[in-house]
């Protein structure tokens, strides 16, 4: 439906890359557009135009030709086909779902489910539908990289000379309203900042989504907000990372940037401007994966602002904090634990269940997402 620059294609290509260390792999891409990240993958690829190709029919003949044994969909509309294949063909098969909200009215059902946020898993747990289905918390989903040096360079020379040797927030997301709030909660934290005269200043890295978001961000950020919107600088973005001190990430971007030891920070969906990670509050944070959700029971806003004011002007804290980000990161989200995790998963998960009821309701959400606007 899109050209897919979101964080879970990232996620899936790191799932395969690590998967394939011990087991042959593949992907098919399913819809009207070949999503970009996909040019980054250098394994077998199969395209299925949904107007063209008749997906149903298609996807099976490559299993077949394939001798797959496992169908692993990455979002609940590649499900569709996914759930379809497996009870024709008997081949097992497993769902992930790619963090975000718990759903509302309608999710698939599926034998063997797989979440990436403890919100989700939570939720699931709880549900009735799912009580006889395997559900599987795997968080890990990053593999340390490298940083672009030649990309940061030209980015940093684009800033204005005064903003050059700031304290630098990056936001690495698309410019649209889903991520509208959290923004402005950053922009609302570094204006706070200014007006302590502390030299700060945000960067956003990504597509515009929403004209009216960008104008509306453009004009409360005036003076010490900077846009990088181009293919060059959004293409793998993370890459970038290293031309900032402090990061505001949501799901997979608060990951990267505990890689690289950046300072963290989440949204908060009851406060005005974002909230330093520690600690204390890491657990509350990673339940919600890090997103607009993420609610803190015991929030002392003005202390976890002096928090950062420490940061900032002490070296040694500053130090101390790079250790205990990048610890997050090899004990929660290092994707080298991903082969053995994925491995068992397959293992354990079924062929699914012909529920003419819930194919019925899959299609009709599966039709309503794709079409109607």
């Known amino acids: ?26 992907i098919v891409s399913i819809g009207n557009i070949k999503p970009k990240v996909l040019d980054f993958y250098n394994g077998k690829l199969y395209t299925l135009n949904l107007n063209k190709n008749g997906p149903l029919s298609n996807l099976s003949k490559i299993v077949k030709r394939e001798g797959v044994d496992v169908l692993h969909a990455f979002d609940d509309l590649a499900f569709f086909w996914t759930r379809t294949v497996s009870y024709q063909e008997k081949i097992k098969s497993c769902l992930t779902k790619c963090g975000g909200r718990n ?24 549900k009735k539908k799912f009580a006889s289905s395997k559900l599987f918390f795997v968080p890990n989903r990053l593999r340390a990289f490298n940083s672009d040096e030649k990309r940061i360079l030209s980015l940093y020379e684009e800033l204005p000379v005064e903003m050059q040797n700031s304290f630098k927030f990056l936001r690495i997301s698309r410019l649209g309203k889903y991520y509208q709030k959290s923004a402005e909660q950053l922009i609302r934290l ?44 959004t293409s793998d973005a993370k890459e970038l990372i290293d031309v900032s001190d402090a990061v505001l990430g949501t799901g997979r ?28 509050n890491f657990e509350e944070a990673f339940f919600f994966n890090f997103s607009e959700r993420t609610s803190f029971s015991n929030l002392d806003l003005s202390s976890n602002y002096n928090q950062l004011k420490n940061l900032i002007f002490d070296a040694q804290l500053k130090k101390q904090y790079a250790t205990f980000s990048h610890s997050l990161f090899k004990q929660y989200f290092d994707s080298d634990l991903l ?18 009821i819930d194919l019925f309701l899959h299609r009709t959400f599966l039709l309503r997402k794709l079409y109607i606007k």
Do not use: W
């Not at 050209?3 to 394939?20: C, K």
């Not at 759903?103 to 709880?126: A, D, Q, V």
């Not at 082969?339 to 003419?356: G, L, P, Q, W």
């Open 339 to 356: 082969a053995d995790k994925m491995t068992y998963i397959y293992k354990v998960c079924s062929v699914e269940k012909r529920n003419f």
């Open 190 to 233: 570094v204006k706070k900042l200014r007006s302590e005269n502390i030299n700060c200043c945000v960067i956003f890295v990504g597509k515009i989504e929403s004209l009216e978001v960008y104008e509306e961000l453009k004009i409360l950020g005036q003076g010490c907000v900077f846009f990088f919107t181009s293919d060059r600088y």
């Open 103 to 126: 759903p509302k009215f309608y999710y698939p059902i599926s034998n063997s489910l797989i979440n990436f946020s403890k919100e989700n898993h939570r939720y699931f747990k709880t």
């Open 1 to 26: 439906k899109s050209e897919g620059g979101g964080g879970h294609y990232y996620s899936l290509l790191e799932t395969v890359f690590q998967v394939s260390k011990k087991h042959e792999t593949f």
């Open 253 to 280: 971007s608060f990951m990267e940037a505990s890689s690289k030891g950046k300072i963290l920070f989440t949204p908060s969906s009851d406060a005005e401007i974002l909230v330093l990670i520690n600690k204390d």
